[in-house]
């Protein structure tokens, strides 16, 4: 019972705690630990979370206290939340082509702002591909999969579109033929073109 009690007052204090520093609110995005997902109530031993797959998550407060909490929601009404994904491109491709070939990938993907501009970083020159990170800015986390999904999306059709090879993330040799997929291969059985 002693150790049942000084868990409670812990969860307490912690409660106390949070409500005090304001980290977050209902309706927040947030992750805790490896836990992500929509505040849906906050009481004072536990916050509820909603996550992405429709699961309620409980997290005691004392453990919310003694963890790495990232809100995704809090600056993104104002300047937006950056989305980031990479990619490896081979050294024979120029970079300023691959980097317009990501923003045009950005500028396609709906929801995504456009203002500010998506821009893209060189993360690592490695062996035998160059890293580039696509940034783009949204104003919706609890959007993220999604808006992830379709900028991945984008960025394989734009290379593809292009012939460019992605290479990401093992290479192992040259190939003698560029591993993209043709457009008149895009929509192979069972998958069927968009109506228009």
Not at 51 to 67: A, C, D, F, G, R
Not at 98 to 120: H, Q, S
Not at 145 to 152: D, M, V
Request: proline share 7%.
């Amino acid at each position: 019972m002693s150790l049942g009690a000084a868990s409670m007052v812990a969860n307490s204090l912690a409660g106390y705690t949070l409500i005090y520093r304001r980290a977050f609110k209902v309706g927040d995005r947030i992750k805790v630990g490896d836990v992500v997902g929509d505040v849906v109530e906050m009481r004072q031993q536990v916050t509820h979370l909603r996550t992405p797959k429709n699961e309620e998550v409980t997290i005691p407060s004392s453990m919310i206290l003694n963890s790495h909490v990232v809100n995704y929601s809090s600056l993104a009404s104002e300047n937006g939340l950056i989305l980031h994904t990479a990619v490896g491109i081979g050294y024979e491709t120029p970079w300023r082509q691959v980097e317009a070939m990501l923003i045009e990938a950005a500028n396609r993907t709906k929801g995504l702002k456009r203002e500010p501009p998506p821009f893209v970083l060189q993360t690592d020159l490695g062996d035998f591909a160059v890293t580039y990170e696509i940034n783009a800015y949204c104003e919706k986390p609890q959007e993220m999969a999604r808006l992830y999904t379709a900028l991945r999306r984008n960025i394989l059709d734009v290379f593809n579109e292009h012939g460019v090879q992605i290479m990401t993330p093992n290479y192992v040799a040259d190939t003698q033929q560029p591993k993209v997929v043709p457009n008149e291969q895009w929509y192979a059985a069972p998958a069927s073109p968009p109506h228009k």
